[in-house]
T-cell receptor
Framework: ETGVTQTPRHLVMGMTNKKSLKCEQHLGHNAMYWYKQSAKKPLELMFVYNFKEQTENNSVPSRFSPECPNSSHLFLHLHTLQPEDSALYLC?????????????FGPGTRLLVL | AQTVTQSQPEMSVQEAETVTLSCTYDTSESDYYLFWYKQPPSRQMILVIRQEAYKQQNATENRFSVNFQKAAKSFSLKISDSQLGDAAMYFCAYKASGTYKYIFGTGTRLKVLA
């Protein structure tokens, strides 16, 4: 379970705060993903990076800002969030994006917006 | 648009018994991949089993097997000899060949009774 790590594991923030989520993968993968997981809803793909280049921005509000400085690290910068943004945020990686490889997930960051 | 439906929000099984989790999907593609992921409480989501649509033979991984019915667009997961460690949320996922987007279902919570 150490292939993909995420920090922090839990985060409570006010609507005016600015915080960042960090994801790191130690698998040598070239693709990284951010998902939002809310109760009783399917995983919602937010962003996809392939070789550090953003491939997908799934109509995510601008209060979520991703950053991928290299293929091993992925950040999600948060600012002026809303209570409905409270969820589990999952990071995942895969060797490539267009093939059938398995995605490897991190443990997630449980975010609560007050 | 592709969709994945898991109609059983929660299932229970007695330890050592067999349980089947249902998944149906909708797609017009002929080449795609199907996955079952397991998410234990507060732990990382991991791949349980996957199936390539072009393969007629059902995939098996130890106690886990699938019943893939391509014409019916059905992809159920059978867990034999259920163990307490099998208790988790199970997610069915679909990915069309040549795309990077995984489509997830809403999940089925499996409880294993001692």
């Amino acid at each position: 379970e150490t292939g993909v790590t995420q920090t922090p594991r839990h985060l409570v923030m006010g609507m005016t705060n600015k915080k960042s989520l960090k994801c790191e993968q130690h698998l040598g993968h070239n693709a990284m993903y951010w998902y939002k997981q809310s109760a009783k809803k399917p995983l919602e793909l937010m962003f996809v990076y392939n070789f550090k280049e953003q491939t997908e921005n799934n109509s995510v509000p601008s209060r979520f800002s991703p950053e991928c400085p290299n293929s091993s690290h992925l950040f999600l910068h948060l600012h002026t969030l809303q209570p409905e943004d409270s969820a589990l945020y999952l990071c995942a990686s895969s060797p490539r994006i267009y093939f059938q490889e398995t995605q490897y997930f991190g443990p997630g960051t449980r975010l609560l917006v007050l | 648009a592709q969709t994945v439906t898991q109609s059983q929000p929660e299932m229970s099984v007695q330890e050592a018994e067999t349980v089947t989790l249902s998944c149906t999907y909708d797609t017009s593609e002929s080449d795609y991949y199907l996955f079952w992921y397991k998410q234990p409480p507060s732990r990382q989501m991991i791949l349980v089993i996957r199936q390539e649509a072009y393969k007629q033979q059902n995939a098996t991984e130890n106690r886990f097997s699938v019943n893939f019915q391509k014409a019916a667009k059905s992809f159920s997961l059978k867990i034999s000899d259920s163990q307490l460690g099998d208790a988790a949320m199970y997610f069915c996922a679909y990915k069309a060949s040549g795309t990077y987007k995984y489509i997830f279902g809403t999940g089925t919570r499996l409880k294993v009774l001692a």
